[in-house]
């Protein structure tokens, strides 16, 4: 081996010792970079020369600098950040539901019921009272509001997620941008041959997008022979061949409920709920936050009716001259049990009692039938005819709108008693609520200006207690349309369910973010620079340095001494 051929491989050392310097010194400036995966400087020797019968290798080579990471760990620890972020999504949402409701203060649903109910026992010891009965009808004014301000907030609950849905778009659209710019770049450095480690830098800022993508929509990956990354959200492309499928919104309304959905920008197919804070968020609402929403209508729907059904079939202090129904049909001629109707809650076969009277005191009780036998079927027309005809009182009912108005003659009043098709319930005739939901539940106006019309009995006796026994009783009575239960157990029930599914998300939560973390602490340990490793391997690039340094100053000197004994 000459003492060139030495010298090419002290210099050779010199180069790879420089480089081995910068890949620690990065490495060490990296130290806080988030997502940044330390790199190694892989080495190999040259291919030896032959002298004689010796072998001499003639230096050192750099083969590659290599990000040093596990994938199947990122790719793992990925897939349990996206979980995560989904269970976390949801929590927020469930979280926020719970806390609509504000179960442990003094002015919650609950408290407003009893509220309300105390208020009517307070009728049934004191019936000759207005003033107790304007308290009843005051706090039945609190609860509806209570139920509408409820129903608002999640109706607000519902609007944040669609605006985050919405304002989550361009979010992920850049993201698939910047992966597909960051694909070119990597396949450009490295050829189109792929070997784990080719740029190192762009693969670690290509896996950053694709955790940050992950963190908002479940997708899969997989990785070409030339380094690209193809990304896939159930059956649709995200990312192939470097082609970008951008996402979009539509909106639509489902059961009434406002919907906003991320879909394919070109086969418009819904992206797949699943993974991912936007997945989290979409299964709170159409799941979490549309079953409570569904509950609180179903609790103020059966308040309204049941309550109005008692209330119609009873007298007040005071008769009434004119009197018309809170709610209307769509069609009067339409059959009173048909869609056609629009009625919102359903009646009976049957009658309904009008109690007419005139100031000599005398007064006539008419039987008005409602026929809804599957043979006839009577419209709101009909009805109208009925009261007409029966009392012989013309244009004593008379519709307008779509609603039924009694209008007696002078000297004449009237209230009604017992209603076995709960028509005048159903389209608001003498009754405590209006509405039908939690959305537009209220009081009745007339009764609120004069609550001494608050059905307290059933015989016309101003001192008789029946009928707000009834109405009491429906603190506790069993409702057939709530699978049995009262509608104070439906309320706890609904309050249980809520407080359960927080602390089942809650849980899930913490075990998700616990692998989430425990994955995190994994990879880092693989990927993650360590200050001490990277000094001493400094130390040891350095002194390397210093050793080729001086192998070539001594090699340079023996070539000085043998030109000189050659001259």
């Known amino acids: ?140 004014v609190t609860l509806a509001e209570t139920v509408q301000g409820i129903n608002e907030r999640l109706r607000d609950i519902q609007q944040d997620i669609n605006t985050e849905v919405e304002s989550s778009v361009d979010a992920i659209n850049r993201s698939l941008d910047r992966i597909k710019d960051l694909n070119s770049q990597i396949v450009a450095a490295t050829g189109g041959i792929a070997q784990d480690g080719d740029a190192a830098g762009l693969r670690d800022l290509r896996d950053q997008e694709l955790t940050t993508l992950s963190g908002l929509v479940e997708i899969q990956t997989h990785e070409d022979l030339n380094g690209s990354i193809n990304i896939y959200s159930g059956e649709n492309y995200l990312l192939i061949s470097g082609q970008v499928q951008h996402v979009d919104v539509t909106q639509s309304v489902e059961d009434g409920v406002p919907r906003s959905s991320l879909v394919f920008a070109n086969s418009r197919a819904e992206v797949p709920l699943g993974g991912g804070r936007l997945g989290g968020l979409q299964t709170a609402r159409d799941e979490d936050l549309a079953s409570a929403m569904d509950r609180l209508d179903t609790f103020a729907s059966n308040l309204i009716f049941e309550a109005n059904k008692i209330q119609s079939s009873g007298q007040g202090l005071e008769s009434f001259t004119e009197v018309t129904s809170t709610g209307s049909v769509i069609d009067r001629f339409a059959a009173l049990n048909s869609p056609d109707a629009g009625l919102p809650f359903p009646i009976r076969n049957g009658f309904f009692e009008l109690r007419v009277a005139e100031t000599t005191g005398q007064e006539v009780t008419y039987t008005i039938p409602v026929t809804l036998d599957g043979v006839t079927s009577d419209s709101l027309d009909d009805v109208a005819t009925n009261i007409n005809t029966i009392t012989g009182i013309p244009n004593f009912a008379t519709i307008s709108g779509g609603k039924l108005t009694l209008d007696a003659p002078t000297d004449v009043s009237f209230t009604f008693g017992e209603d076995n098709t709960d028509l005048l319930a159903a389209i608001g005739v003498n009754t405590l609520f209006t509405g039908s939901l939690a959305s537009d539940i209220g009081v009745n106006e007339r009764l609120r200006e004069q609550p001494a019309l608050l059905s307290a009995s059933r015989n016309g006796n101003p001192g008789d207690t029946s009928n707000i026994v009834a109405l009491g009783n ?33 849980a899930q939560t913490e075990i998700l973010q616990s692998t989430s973390l425990s994955l995190e602490s994994q990879s880092l340990a693989i990927t993650g620079v360590s200050l001490d490793e990277e000094v001493l391997k400094l130390t040891q690039f350095q002194r390397a340095f210093q050793a080729s340094a001086r192998h070539i100053s001594v090699v340079n000197e023996l070539i000085d001494e043998v030109l000189n004994l050659a001259s």
């Open 1 to 140: 081996m000459s003492l060139f051929a030495s010298f090419s491989a002290s210099a050779s050392g010199l180069l790879i010792n420089r480089l081995g310097m910068s890949v620690t010194g990065n490495n060490i400036a990296n130290v806080n970079t988030p997502g940044y995966a330390r790199q190694r400087l892989d080495l190999s020797p040259i291919t030896p020369s032959q002298f004689g019968s010796v072998s001499v290798g003639p230096g050192v080579r750099a083969d590659d600098v290599r990000s040093v990471v596990d994938s199947y760990l990122i790719e793992r620890g990925r897939e349990a950040k996206s979980e995560f972020e989904s269970a976390s999504g949801r929590l927020d949402i469930v979280q926020r539901i719970e806390g609509v409701f504000n179960e442990l203060s003094d002015t919650d649903l609950s408290s407003q019921l009893d509220a309300f109910f105390d208020s009517v026992a307070d009728v049934q010891n004191n019936p000759l009272e207005v003033g107790v009965r304007g308290v009843a009808v005051q706090n039945a």
């Open 474 to 506: 429906l603190r506790s009575e069993s409702v057939g349309t709530l699978g049995g239960l009262s509608l104070t157990d439906y309320l706890a029930e609904s309050v249980q369910q809520l407080g359960n599914g927080a602390q089942a998300a809650q």
